[in-house]
C-alpha cells in the first residue's frame, strides 16, 4: 500500500484544519488506519485509528475536538482537527496495517506539517 498525506499548513490556534491520506495498491489488505503526530526528539504518537470494522480510538488529548473518518470508496482517509491548539503542531503521518496472507505489514505516508499558532 502506498499512502500520500495533504491538508497539513499553519493555523491559529481555535481555528479547523482537515487532513487526507489517499491510499493505493493492496487497499483490500488493510485493516486500521491511523494518523500519528510526531515532534521533534519524540517518537511518532497516535492521534487516532479506525478500523476495517470502523471502531475508532482517540488519543485522549484530542477527544471531542478531532473527527477520524475514512472514505472507503475513494480510500481516502480524513482527519477533521477542529479548535486546534498550539501542542497539536507536529508532522502529521498517514499509517495503514495491513494482513496479506496471515502475516501484517505496516505502511505510512510521507507526512504533512501541522503548525498552530497561539
Known amino acids: 500500500v502506498q499512502l500520500q498525506a495533504s491538508g497539513g499548513g499553519s493555523v491559529q490556534a481555535g481555528e479547523s484544519l482537515t487532513l487526507s491520506c489517499a491510499a493505493s495498491?493492496?487497499?483490500?489488505?488493510?485493516?486500521?488506519m491511523g494518523w500519528f503526530r510526531q515532534i521533534p526528539g519524540e517518537m511518532r504518537r497516535l492521534v487516532a485509528d479506525?478500523?476495517?470494522?470502523?471502531?475508532?480510538t482517540y488519543a485522549d488529548a484530542v477527544k471531542g475536538r478531532f473527527t477520524i473518518s475514512r472514505d472507503s470508496t475513494k480510500n481516502t482517509l480524513f482527519l477533521q482537527m477542529t479548535n486546534v491548539k498550539p501542542e497539536d503542531t507536529g508532522i502529521y503521518y498517514c499509517?495503514?496495517?495491513?494482513?496479506?496472507?496471515?502475516?501484517?505489514?505496516?505502511?505510512w505516508g510521507q507526512g504533512t506539517q501541522v503548525t498552530v499558532s497561539s
Open positions: 499509517n495503514a496495517d495491513q494482513e496479506i496472507d496471515g502475516d501484517y505489514y505496516g505502511a
Open positions: 495498491g493492496k487497499v483490500e489488505s488493510i485493516k486500521v
Open positions: 479506525i478500523s476495517s470494522g470502523g471502531e475508532i
